[in-house]
């Protein structure tokens, strides 16, 4: 249905993410411990619409297999919480590349779907782990901009078979 899920781009984000700042896991997710060490921790916020939605007919010629299509561009904010040594360097590079020509080129590589659109500033926000210890913690917030299309089974009318026939007799 959806052809670019919440989850595909969380994934395309944390494949950039992960050389800056260390492992990214999707928040939500599972009820482990948090990892130790550097790493990231993803949260879809919003996807706000940026476009109105657009009807794309992808009528393959089989009924089995044609569709129709509506798709849409909305601004995906995802929220990224940076924890461990050096966590405040580290927000600070994923700040400062992601609006680079740097974020740009190596996000559309990833998938073309997705463009970085702007990042908020990076704030501490230091938080007490369950063994009571304080962890350093830097948070931010990354919007970029999803092409995302659903598609819904649909049949289309593009032939007929026509036959006449004489009703009155004459010829």
């Known amino acids: 249905m959806n052809d670019f899920t919440v989850d595909d781009v969380i994934d395309v984000l944390a494949d950039y993410i992960e050389p800056i700042c260390g492992t990214c896991q999707q928040a939500q997710a599972n009820r482990v411990p948090m990892p130790k060490g550097q790493f990231c921790i993803l949260t879809p916020l919003r996807f706000i619409r940026l476009s109105t939605t657009r009807d794309i007919k992808q009528d393959t010629g089989s009924p089995s297999t044609s569709a129709m299509g509506y798709t849409e561009v909305r601004q995906a904010d995802i929220q990224v919480d940076i924890y461990g040594q050096g966590a405040g360097d580290r927000a600070i590079a994923l700040e400062t590349t992601f609006t680079s020509g740097y974020g740009y080129d190596t996000i559309?590589?990833?998938?073309?779907?997705?463009?970085?659109?702007?990042?908020?500033?990076?704030?501490?926000?230091?938080?007490?782990?369950?063994?009571?210890?304080?962890?350093?913690?830097?948070?931010?917030?990354?919007?970029?901009?999803?092409?995302?299309?659903?598609?819904?089974?649909?049949?289309?009318?593009?032939?007929?078979?026509?036959?006449?026939?004489?009703?009155?007799?004459?010829?």
């Open 108 to 171: 559309k590589a990833i998938d073309e779907r997705l463009a970085p659109l702007y990042s908020s500033p990076a704030i501490q926000a230091p938080m007490t782990d369950a063994e009571s210890q304080w962890e350093e913690r830097y948070t931010l917030t990354l919007s970029l901009q999803a092409h995302i299309t659903v598609s819904f089974p649909q049949d289309y009318f593009d032939k007929a078979e026509i036959t006449t026939k004489q009703v009155d007799g004459r010829q």
